[in-house]
Protein backbone atom coordinates (compact mmCIF):
# COMPACT_ATOMS: atom_id res chain seq x y z
CA UNK A 1 0.00 0.00 0.00
CA UNK A 2 1.49 3.38 -0.75
CA UNK A 3 1.62 6.11 1.61
CA UNK A 4 -0.75 8.08 1.42
CA UNK A 5 -0.75 12.01 0.03
CA UNK A 6 -3.61 14.36 1.00
CA UNK A 7 -2.78 17.85 -0.91
CA UNK A 8 -4.99 20.59 0.32
CA UNK A 9 -5.74 23.37 -2.95
CA UNK A 10 -6.70 26.77 -1.85
CA UNK A 11 -7.29 28.09 -5.25
CA UNK A 12 -7.46 31.89 -4.83
CA UNK A 13 -8.51 31.99 -1.43
CA UNK A 14 -6.04 33.29 1.47
CA UNK A 15 -4.50 36.55 2.86
CA UNK A 16 -0.99 36.76 4.99
CA UNK A 17 -3.40 36.95 7.81
CA UNK A 18 -5.82 33.88 7.19
CA UNK A 19 -3.02 31.79 5.74
CA UNK A 20 -0.60 32.35 9.39
CA UNK A 21 -3.50 30.86 11.36
CA UNK A 22 -4.42 27.95 9.15
CA UNK A 23 -1.04 26.80 8.58
CA UNK A 24 0.26 27.43 12.54
CA UNK A 25 -2.67 25.13 13.34
CA UNK A 26 -1.77 22.68 10.63
CA UNK A 27 1.55 22.29 11.70
CA UNK A 28 0.49 22.12 15.14
CA UNK A 29 -1.60 19.27 14.44
CA UNK A 30 0.88 17.55 12.83
CA UNK A 31 3.59 17.26 14.94
CA UNK A 32 6.79 15.98 14.03
CA UNK A 33 6.17 12.88 11.70
CA UNK A 34 3.10 11.87 9.80
CA UNK A 35 1.75 8.44 9.07
CA UNK A 36 0.76 9.91 5.80
CA UNK A 37 2.20 12.55 3.18
CA UNK A 38 0.46 16.11 3.23
CA UNK A 39 0.79 19.41 1.41
CA UNK A 40 -0.49 22.55 0.89
CA UNK A 41 -1.08 24.28 -2.74
CA UNK A 42 -0.80 28.16 -2.11
CA UNK A 43 -1.43 30.82 -4.45
CA UNK A 44 2.01 32.07 -5.54
CA UNK A 45 2.25 35.56 -4.00
CA UNK A 46 1.71 33.77 -0.60
CA UNK A 47 4.84 30.86 -1.20
CA UNK A 48 7.72 32.94 0.84
CA UNK A 49 5.35 33.15 3.63
CA UNK A 50 3.91 29.80 3.73
CA UNK A 51 7.18 28.27 3.06
CA UNK A 52 8.83 30.35 6.52
CA UNK A 53 5.54 28.92 8.37
CA UNK A 54 6.49 24.94 7.05
CA UNK A 55 9.71 25.58 7.83
CA UNK A 56 10.89 21.92 9.98
CA UNK A 57 7.64 20.22 9.71
CA UNK A 58 6.66 17.85 7.38
CA UNK A 59 3.63 19.79 5.67
CA UNK A 60 4.94 20.36 2.67
CA UNK A 61 4.16 23.17 0.31
CA UNK A 62 3.07 23.25 -3.25
CA UNK A 63 1.92 25.21 -5.97
CA UNK A 64 -1.46 25.86 -7.99
CA UNK A 65 0.61 25.67 -11.63
CA UNK A 66 3.72 26.14 -13.49
CA UNK A 67 5.08 27.62 -16.53
CA UNK A 68 5.08 25.25 -19.46
CA UNK A 69 7.83 27.54 -20.34
CA UNK A 70 11.70 27.63 -18.85
CA UNK A 71 12.58 30.81 -18.63
CA UNK A 72 11.85 34.81 -20.31
CA UNK A 73 9.03 36.90 -22.16
CA UNK A 74 5.89 35.43 -20.41
CA UNK A 75 4.40 37.89 -18.81
CA UNK A 76 2.19 36.81 -15.94
CA UNK A 77 4.23 33.30 -15.50
CA UNK A 78 5.59 31.30 -12.88
CA UNK A 79 8.70 28.84 -13.60
CA UNK A 80 9.86 25.46 -11.96
CA UNK A 81 12.90 26.75 -11.07
CA UNK A 82 11.45 30.27 -9.33
CA UNK A 83 8.73 27.37 -7.35
CA UNK A 84 11.71 25.35 -6.85
CA UNK A 85 13.59 28.50 -5.24
CA UNK A 86 10.52 28.30 -2.50
CA UNK A 87 10.83 25.37 -1.87
CA UNK A 88 8.21 23.35 -3.41
CA UNK A 89 7.56 20.01 -3.44
CA UNK A 90 4.24 19.64 -5.27
CA UNK A 91 2.42 21.38 -7.95
CA UNK A 92 -0.93 21.27 -9.76
CA UNK A 93 -0.64 20.55 -12.86
CA UNK A 94 -3.77 20.68 -15.37
CA UNK A 95 -6.11 20.88 -12.73
CA UNK A 96 -10.05 21.43 -14.56
CA UNK A 97 -9.94 25.12 -13.91
CA UNK A 98 -6.89 25.41 -15.20
CA UNK A 99 -7.89 23.77 -18.45
CA UNK A 100 -11.44 25.37 -18.54
CA UNK A 101 -10.81 28.78 -18.03
CA UNK A 102 -7.44 29.27 -19.18
CA UNK A 103 -7.18 27.21 -22.29
CA UNK A 104 -4.56 24.04 -20.85
CA UNK A 105 -4.74 21.44 -23.48
CA UNK A 106 -3.48 17.77 -22.87
CA UNK A 107 0.10 19.04 -24.32
CA UNK A 108 0.25 22.16 -22.26
CA UNK A 109 -0.47 19.59 -19.63
CA UNK A 110 2.25 16.96 -20.47
CA UNK A 111 5.01 20.07 -21.08
CA UNK A 112 3.89 21.11 -17.64
CA UNK A 113 4.25 18.21 -16.39
CA UNK A 114 7.90 17.53 -17.87
CA UNK A 115 8.90 21.00 -16.75
CA UNK A 116 7.89 20.16 -12.96
CA UNK A 117 9.55 16.14 -13.12
CA UNK A 118 12.63 18.50 -14.51
CA UNK A 119 13.29 20.80 -11.79
CA UNK A 120 12.64 17.91 -9.36
CA UNK A 121 9.17 19.14 -8.29
CA UNK A 122 6.32 16.67 -7.77
CA UNK A 123 3.35 16.53 -10.30
CA UNK A 124 -0.04 16.49 -9.61
CA UNK A 125 -1.60 15.42 -12.89
CA UNK A 126 -4.92 16.61 -12.88
CA UNK A 127 -7.62 14.46 -14.76
CA UNK A 128 -11.01 13.73 -14.90
CA UNK A 129 -14.30 14.39 -16.91
CA UNK A 130 -17.24 17.10 -17.27
CA UNK A 131 -21.28 15.84 -16.35
CA UNK A 132 -22.00 16.12 -20.05
CA UNK A 133 -18.63 13.89 -21.00
CA UNK A 134 -19.80 11.14 -17.63
CA UNK A 135 -23.39 11.28 -19.20
CA UNK A 136 -22.35 10.09 -22.48
CA UNK A 137 -20.44 7.34 -21.51
CA UNK A 138 -17.22 8.59 -22.23
CA UNK A 139 -15.43 8.95 -18.55
CA UNK A 140 -13.21 6.51 -19.36
CA UNK A 141 -12.54 7.89 -22.90
CA UNK A 142 -11.71 11.29 -21.19
CA UNK A 143 -9.26 10.18 -18.46
CA UNK A 144 -7.73 8.02 -20.85
CA UNK A 145 -6.70 10.58 -23.27
CA UNK A 146 -6.02 13.07 -20.56
CA UNK A 147 -3.19 10.76 -19.23
CA UNK A 148 -1.89 9.79 -22.30
CA UNK A 149 -0.67 13.01 -23.46
CA UNK A 150 0.97 12.96 -20.11
CA UNK A 151 2.27 9.85 -20.69
CA UNK A 152 3.85 10.16 -23.89
CA UNK A 153 5.87 12.60 -22.88
CA UNK A 154 6.98 11.40 -20.05
CA UNK A 155 7.33 7.62 -20.16
CA UNK A 156 10.54 7.36 -18.67
CA UNK A 157 9.76 9.37 -15.47
CA UNK A 158 6.10 8.58 -15.29
CA UNK A 159 6.66 6.93 -11.71
CA UNK A 160 7.60 9.84 -10.20
CA UNK A 161 4.56 11.88 -11.32
CA UNK A 162 1.58 11.63 -8.83
CA UNK A 163 -2.10 11.68 -10.84
CA UNK A 164 -5.58 13.09 -9.53
CA UNK A 165 -8.97 11.84 -10.80
CA UNK A 166 -10.92 15.16 -10.14
CA UNK A 167 -14.55 14.27 -11.77
CA UNK A 168 -15.50 17.71 -12.86
CA UNK A 169 -18.83 17.47 -12.02
CA UNK A 170 -17.62 17.37 -8.32
CA UNK A 171 -15.48 20.07 -7.77
CA UNK A 172 -16.96 22.72 -5.76
CA UNK A 173 -20.28 21.12 -6.25
CA UNK A 174 -20.60 19.55 -3.22
CA UNK A 175 -21.54 16.18 -5.21
CA UNK A 176 -19.06 13.34 -4.73
CA UNK A 177 -18.20 10.56 -6.81
CA UNK A 178 -19.29 7.46 -4.72
CA UNK A 179 -16.20 5.42 -3.27
CA UNK A 180 -17.33 2.62 -5.97
CA UNK A 181 -17.10 5.37 -9.21
CA UNK A 182 -14.25 6.56 -7.67
CA UNK A 183 -12.30 3.32 -7.55
CA UNK A 184 -13.97 2.24 -11.22
CA UNK A 185 -11.65 5.24 -12.59
CA UNK A 186 -9.02 4.54 -10.61
CA UNK A 187 -8.74 1.42 -11.27
CA UNK A 188 -8.95 2.37 -15.22
CA UNK A 189 -5.56 4.88 -14.71
CA UNK A 190 -3.52 2.10 -12.69
CA UNK A 191 -3.85 -0.13 -16.22
CA UNK A 192 -3.36 2.55 -18.03
CA UNK A 193 -0.11 3.55 -16.21
CA UNK A 194 1.33 -0.47 -15.61
CA UNK A 195 0.75 -0.21 -19.51
CA UNK A 196 3.50 2.37 -19.24
CA UNK A 197 5.42 1.69 -16.04
CA UNK A 198 6.68 -1.48 -14.03
CA UNK A 199 6.41 0.49 -11.00
CA UNK A 200 2.71 1.59 -11.63
CA UNK A 201 1.89 0.36 -8.27
CA UNK A 202 3.81 3.30 -6.43
CA UNK A 203 2.17 5.83 -8.45
CA UNK A 204 -0.28 7.91 -5.75
CA UNK A 205 -3.90 8.18 -7.78
CA UNK A 206 -5.33 10.79 -5.22
CA UNK A 207 -9.45 11.46 -5.66
CA UNK A 208 -10.72 14.89 -5.48
CA UNK A 209 -14.05 16.48 -5.95
CA UNK A 210 -15.56 17.58 -2.68
CA UNK A 211 -14.17 15.25 -0.42
CA UNK A 212 -14.51 16.41 2.77
CA UNK A 213 -14.41 15.17 6.56
CA UNK A 214 -17.86 12.85 6.56
CA UNK A 215 -16.66 11.19 3.31
CA UNK A 216 -12.93 10.60 3.15
CA UNK A 217 -12.81 7.56 4.78
CA UNK A 218 -14.33 5.50 2.26
CA UNK A 219 -12.81 7.49 -0.40
CA UNK A 220 -9.59 6.07 1.10
CA UNK A 221 -10.60 2.86 2.18
CA UNK A 222 -10.64 2.20 -1.83
CA UNK A 223 -7.67 -0.09 -3.27
CA UNK A 224 -6.86 2.32 -5.69
CA UNK A 225 -7.20 5.59 -3.91
CA UNK A 226 -3.97 6.88 -2.34
CA UNK A 227 -4.98 10.06 -1.15
CA UNK A 228 -6.91 13.43 -1.86
CA UNK A 229 -7.00 16.75 -3.21
CA UNK A 230 -8.98 18.57 -1.43
CA UNK A 231 -10.28 22.26 -2.01
CA UNK A 232 -13.04 23.86 -0.18
CA UNK A 233 -12.22 21.59 2.66
CA UNK A 234 -8.57 22.30 3.18
CA UNK A 235 -9.67 26.01 3.61
CA UNK A 236 -10.20 25.15 7.34
CA UNK A 237 -7.64 23.76 9.75
CA UNK A 238 -10.63 21.42 11.71
CA UNK A 239 -12.05 19.71 8.57
CA UNK A 240 -8.53 19.44 6.39
CA UNK A 241 -7.53 17.95 9.94
CA UNK A 242 -10.10 15.26 9.91
CA UNK A 243 -9.60 14.18 6.82
CA UNK A 244 -5.80 13.86 7.29
CA UNK A 245 -7.02 11.78 10.40
CA UNK A 246 -8.80 9.40 7.87
CA UNK A 247 -5.55 8.79 6.02
CA UNK A 248 -3.92 7.79 9.17
P1 LIG B 1 -13.28 20.81 -3.88
O1 LIG B 1 -12.08 21.09 -4.92
O2 LIG B 1 -12.72 19.90 -2.81
O3 LIG B 1 -13.64 22.15 -3.35
O4 LIG B 1 -14.37 20.16 -4.66
C1 LIG B 1 -11.17 20.09 -5.27
C2 LIG B 1 -10.22 20.62 -6.30
O5 LIG B 1 -10.65 21.38 -7.17
O6 LIG B 1 -9.02 20.30 -6.28
Known sequence: MNKKLIAGNWKMNGSLAANDALVRALVAGLGVQSACDVAVAVPAPYLAQVQALVAGSPLALGAQDVSQHESGAYTGE??????????????????????????????????????????????????????????????????????????????????????????????????????????????????????????ASTIRLLYGGSMNAANAAQLLAQPDIDGGLVGGASLKAADFQQIIAAAQ
Open 78 to 199: VSAVMLREFGVRYVLVGHSERRQYHGETDVHVAVKTQRALATGITPIVCVGETLAEREAGQTEAVVRRQLAAVIHLNGHCISEVVVAYEPVWAIGTGKTASPEQAQQVHAVLRAQLAAASPR
